[in-house]
């Protein structure tokens, strides 16, 4: 297993390279960020001077193994606007994207795997046809119709939540977690549904199995059955899935905290677009980029738990 691990640790440095080579590339198709910097009124002296200033003025080959150099010693830039190194922006930022993620995941596990198990329990029944369509709407709505309704039903009409905003777990955990409720929510919808879809069918595939009738005639207890026997073998398929959807939370967190107004990665994201900085968006992305991988990895590694048959 450690010899797979490693193995795979060495086959992502030509995918984080060749990650790194297209953020870059696009970037530089985005347009000039001296000239968002230095205004509509700005001459071609200054914005030539301003190019110079950040290095854009030298060719793009030069600008890329400079900034790949400084990546192989942590330095992710400095931002061209504040001029803070992009690691410190990064780091102030993080922790609310990381709050967000496992609360989304927690609830999303919490709720999707139980509402599946009980729809496959209930198969054909009122309970699976109720549980299809919930999913089937949690699929439909976009996240961002999902928050705004949130917002309005639960912070406009009702007073429960705060309508926007993010404070630290050092402020209270009361206060942290009030405002971690209706983000979470809005953003696990979707998660929720196809969790819970892929647990119900993964589920009932295997209750067709021979084993589980050997099960039946041996006189085990269905709900033995069905949970230490049908559950396990359905296991590999919704780690599967779960692993997805860990990964997707990153498309999903950049617009659930521009809806919410979360000071975390996704809204750094959004601004260093708006305003065209290159090292923030290369940083973040190439973070993301990381955390996607890690998390295939984990997910690979989780398979042989769940499914000794399966060896690397």
């Given at each position: 297993?450690?010899?797979?691990?490693?193995?795979?640790?060495?086959?992502?440095?030509?995918?984080?390279?060749?990650?790194?080579?297209?953020?870059?590339?696009?970037?530089?198709?985005?347009?000039?960020?001296?000239?968002?910097?230095?205004?509509?009124?700005?001459?071609?002296?200054?914005?030539a001077a301003i190019r110079a200033q950040m290095g854009l003025d030298r060719p793009i080959t030069t600008q890329f193994?400079?900034?790949?150099?400084?990546?192989?010693?942590?330095?992710?830039?400095?931002?061209?606007?504040?001029?803070?190194?992009?690691?410190?922006?990064?780091?102030?930022?993080?922790?609310?994207?990381?709050?967000?993620?496992?609360?989304?995941?927690?609830?999303?596990?919490?709720?999707?795997i139980p509402i599946g198990l009980i729809a496959a329990w209930r198969h054909g029944r009122a309970t699976d046809r109720f549980v299809m369509i919930l999913s089937v709407l949690g699929f439909s709505i976009p996240t961002f119709v999902v928050g705004y309704l949130l917002i309005y039903l639960f912070s406009l009409q009702l007073g429960w939540f705060p309508v926007q905003g993010y404070k630290d777990l050092s402020q209270g955990f009361y206060a942290f977690a009030q405002r971690l409720v209706l983000p979470t929510i809005a953003l696990s919808t979707v998660y929720v549904a196809l969790i819970a879809r892929i647990t119900r069918s993964s589920v009932i595939e295997v209750m067709n199995e021979d084993f589980i009738r050997t099960a039946r005639a041996k006189g085990v207890k269905e709900s033995a059955v069905f949970l230490?026997?049908?559950?396990?073998?359905?296991?590999?398929?919704?780690?599967?899935?779960?692993?997805?959807?860990?990964?997707?939370?990153?498309?999903?967190?950049?617009?659930?905290?521009?809806?919410f107004n979360i000071p975390g990665l996704g809204r750094l994201v959004v601004e260093a677009v708006q305003a065209r900085d290159y090292p923030i968006i290369q940083g973040v992305i190439l973070l993301f980029s990381l955390t996607y991988i890690f998390i295939n990895l984990v997910i690979d590694v989780l398979y042989t738990v769940f499914d000794p048959r399966i060896t690397y």
């Open positions: 297993m450690l010899v797979y691990i490693a193995r795979r640790l060495i086959t992502t440095i030509p995918v984080v390279i060749m990650v790194a080579i297209v953020i870059f590339a696009l970037l530089r198709l985005t347009g000039d960020p001296a000239a968002v910097i230095a205004g509509d009124d700005a001459s071609p002296a200054q914005l193994f400079d900034w790949a150099g400084n990546l192989l010693h942590g330095d992710l830039g400095t931002s061209l606007l504040s001029g803070t190194a992009v690691t410190t922006l990064i780091a102030d930022r993080m922790g609310p994207t990381i709050a967000l993620a496992i609360s989304t995941m927690s609830f999303t596990l919490l709720i999707a230490r026997h049908a559950l396990r073998n359905a296991a590999v398929p919704i780690v599967t899935i779960v692993g997805i959807g860990a990964a997707a939370l990153i498309g999903g967190v950049v617009v659930t905290e521009s809806v």
